[in-house]
T-cell receptor, first 110, second 118 residues
């Protein structure tokens, strides 16, 4: 089973700060997902990546396959970014099922 | 564009009662999943399906059953509810052969069902 570890567990930032959330996994993967869980509970996919870097608006996701590590960055953070950010990986032989981290709870204060 | 729809949103059950959590998607996705999310824990896969008529166990299947008679619907059945099944349940879907390769693996989630067993 692929162990997925996220850090930090909780994060408080002031509006405008640059935020980094980290994700490490234990065995080879075919894809890594970053998801956002809103305070109301809904979950949306932010990124799916298997190499390099992706950018969408103020969000940037990077992955280093050799180091088994990914980061999610938020530039110019805003209170509406407050949510739980979840890292999930798809193993090489696990079909399309995902293995999830416990999430990082982010609070951005004005 | 409804996406993935789960019903009910909330439910309280007594120990030993049965219920079915409904999940339907309108994106013509082949793959569907049921997850449970417990406080402070990552989502755990209960069951998944790769197409109508095909289901398989995930990491935590005990106490649950599923069926997939159509592409759109993937209900989750709890036969004898136990307090350990108190959780938030999420249904998700992915993989449409009509979509470009990169989009195939993105999972779309329902809004969740919050279940308490007392």
């Amino acid at each position: 089973k692929n162990e997925v570890e996220q850090s930090p567990q909780n994060l408080t930032a002031q509006e405008g700060e640059f935020i980094t959330i980290n994700c490490s996994y234990s065995v080879g993967i075919s894809a890594l997902h970053w998801l956002q869980q809103h305070p109301g509970g809904g979950i949306v996919s932010l990124f799916m990546l298997s190499s390099g870097k992706k950018k969408h608006g103020r969000l940037i996701a990077t992955i280093n396959i050799q180091e088994k590590h990914s980061s999610l960055h938020i530039t110019a953070s805003h209170p509406r970014d407050s949510a739980v950010y979840i890292c999930a990986v798809r193993g090489l032989n696990s079909g399309y099922a995902l293995n999830f981290g416990k999430g990082t709870s982010l609070l951005v204060t004005p | 564009n409804a996406g993935v729809t789960q019903t009910p949103k909330f439910r309280i059950l007594k120990i030993g009662q049965s219920m079915t959590l409904q999940c339907t998607q309108d994106m013509n996705h082949n793959y569907m999943y049921w997850y449970r999310q417990d406080p402070g824990m990552g989502l755990k896969l209960i069951y998944y399906s790769v197409g109508a008529g095909i289901t398989d166990k995930g990491e935590v299947p005990n106490g649950y059953n599923v069926s997939r008679s159509t592409t759109e619907d993937f209900p989750l059945r709890l036969e004898l509810a136990a307090p350990s099944q108190t959780s938030v349940y999420f249904c998700a879907s992915s993989y449409s052969r009509d979509r470009p390769t990169l989009a195939k693996n993105i999972q779309y989630f329902g809004a969740g069902t919050r279940l308490s067993v007392l």
